[in-house]
């Protein structure tokens, strides 16, 4: 841990990786893989209900130990550093597995009370070396980061193995279970392909939009829309079939609808692709808030299906009837899919083409043809466009000169600041977490909250600003004099019963501290609803 904290070379870090994977035993390399990788990291205790406990284990003021948490933002850290001044008489320290550890000696926290709780956290805290306690308590609240992607894990453990990083990072997606089993299967160079089946590949992305592929022919791209519902895989070989989100999360559960129309299809496949709510009166699909409302659910009912009816666009075909296709063009892999889609289609009629279609690709002449296309995209309920090379392959992650996202400009109002509450981590002691007003007559109702957007002198300035500027306080949150007006970007905007304003935005950020503008020239409610009709 010391050792990556104080390194940023990815080179070195890797070096730290191999060796701490070659001196230590495979199950405490599973552990270490499982928390390095974040995916699945459980909460045990919070990080206020941490503090607390300290506070009363060690008789040491609340309001003190949240003062230092202002400066740290960080319960793990904070706690830890207050634990160094703590004069433990026991010399003996205990060195625990992370096996006894994470399977064993947390999970029971799950089931005692209070006062068993503390006296357990009491115990291990006198027994744990002062190095110890920072890790400790970060794996105890489910905050353990160490600078250290699945990237970097991959490529220690390909150069461990001599097995290609492809083939590890496949193998390391879904649900990780640590165990010497699993991770034998993780090194293991002869590893049972059927042990493949149900996981997604690696999904490739696509990078911010780069103004200088103007200058190549856009015969050289293939354009598409950029949906906004759940980036997924679906997975069908030898009839067991998988839905995953490209956060690893299985959701068959959640989407019956589309498991019913996948055994229609006598194919195996891999396909890569977007979980839509379709409005098919309008041929497009409806606002992410409506597909939220099917998320979670172990078994939507029949009128919730009906009612929010599931569309997948296919965007890839990534392997199919066993064979791995990904190292293909993109126009190899589109002519493919087309040709196996038309035979899905002629060979399953009742609407399969509404829940189960290819997404569009758009045929254009010219780079202001494109710049039309994206500008229109709201119209259809699309973020913009997704620009990919014909010639790329699939690979993961984001490779320069492969895919593109080309976003619509953002909406945008100017807002009054209202309501200031302290950030968290490096912000705790910055008051950095933002909500913001519309005019609605001669009063300002809350219509957005946005915590980036400021650089870090215009962040300090306004801290500033609003500890002299304070009218009320509501526990972390102060309210301000109206007397700030900023301008708010967002992706969409919709109606919503659920805030007082009746409407919600997507994404809201902080573009720009209009420092020009007195608070009568923000804009109104209405002027938020012209918004929702121009969509």
């Not at 003996?92 to 399977?103: G, Q, V």
């Not at 420092?515 to 002027?527: R, V």
Request: proline share 2%.
């Amino acid at each position: 841990f010391k050792e990556f904290d104080s390194n940023n070379s990815t080179n070195k870090k890797v070096r730290i990786l191999i060796e701490y994977f070659l001196t230590n035993n495979s199950l405490d390399n599973s552990w270490t893989i499982y928390l390095l990788i974040g995916k699945n990291n459980k909460r045990f205790i919070s990080g206020k209900l941490l503090r607390n406990y300290f506070s009363e284990i060690y008789s040491m003021p609340l309001w003190l130990i949240e003062n230092c948490y202002t400066k740290v933002g960080d319960s793990a850290e904070v706690v830890a550093l207050l634990l160094n001044n703590i004069n433990f008489k026991n010399d003996i320290k205990e060195d625990i597995s992370l096996e006894k550890l994470m399977r064993f000696h947390l999970p029971k926290l799950y089931s005692i009370s209070d006062n068993e709780k503390k006296l357990y956290l009491k115990e291990c805290w006198k027994n744990l070396s002062k190095e110890d306690f920072l890790i400790f308590n970060k794996i105890l609240t489910g905050t353990f980061r160490v600078g250290v992607s699945r990237g970097l894990v991959t490529k220690a453990l390909s150069s461990i193995t001599e097995i290609e990083e492809s083939i590890i990072a496949h193998r390391l997606m879904g649900k990780f279970e640590p165990s010497i089993k699993n991770f034998e299967f993780l090194t293991n160079k002869l590893t049972d392909q059927k042990e493949l089946d149900y996981r997604p590949f690696p999904f490739q992305l696509a990078n911010s939009f780069d103004e200088k592929i103007k200058n190549i022919s856009v015969d050289e791209f293939q354009f598409e829309w950029k949906w906004d519902g759940i980036r997924s895989q679906l997975i069908k070989r030898k009839d067991n079939i998988s839905i995953w989100t490209r956060g690893e999360e299985l959701v068959n559960y959640s989407f019956p609808d589309l498991l019913k129309i996948l055994f229609l299809i006598n194919d195996d496949f891999v396909l890569d692709g977007e979980i839509l709510i379709w409005d098919e009166s309008n041929k497009y699909p409806k606002d992410f808030s409506f597909l939220q409302k099917r998320l979670g659910r172990k078994n939507p009912s029949l009128k919730i299906q009906k009612d929010l009816p599931i569309t997948f666009i296919i965007y890839d075909l990534l392997e199919l009837n066993r064979l791995d296709i990904r190292h293909k063009k993109l126009k190899e892999r589109r002519k493919i899919l087309e040709e196996t889609y038309k035979k899905w289609n002629d060979n399953n009629k009742n609407n399969f083409h509404y829940k189960f279609q290819i997404t569009e690709l758009h045929n254009v002449s010219s780079w202001s043809e494109v710049d039309k296309i994206k500008d229109y995209s709201r119209n259809v309920n699309t973020e913009g466009l997704v620009i990919k090379n014909k010639n790329s392959k699939y690979i993961s992650g984001r490779k320069t000169g492969n895919w593109w996202k080309y976003k619509v400009d953002p909406m945008q109002l100017d807002a009054v600041l209202i309501y200031a509450k302290s950030g968290s981590g490096k912000r705790a002691d910055l008051y950095t977490d933002l909500s913001f007003g519309l005019w609605e007559g001669d009063k300002l109702v809350k219509f957005a909250s946005a915590y980036s957007g400021l650089n870090n002198v215009e962040i300090r300035e306004l801290d500033k600003w609003i500890r002299n500027n304070t009218i009320e306080r509501f526990g972390p949150v102060r309210s301000v004099s109206p007397k700030l007006v900023f301008e708010i970007s967002f992706e969409n905007i919709q109606k919503s019963n659920r805030h007082k304003s009746g409407i919600a935005v997507r994404f809201p950020r902080i573009s720009k501290w209009r420092k020009d503008k007195n608070i009568n020239e923000a804009d109104t409610l209405q002027n938020a609803h012209k918004l929702m009709i121009k969509i």
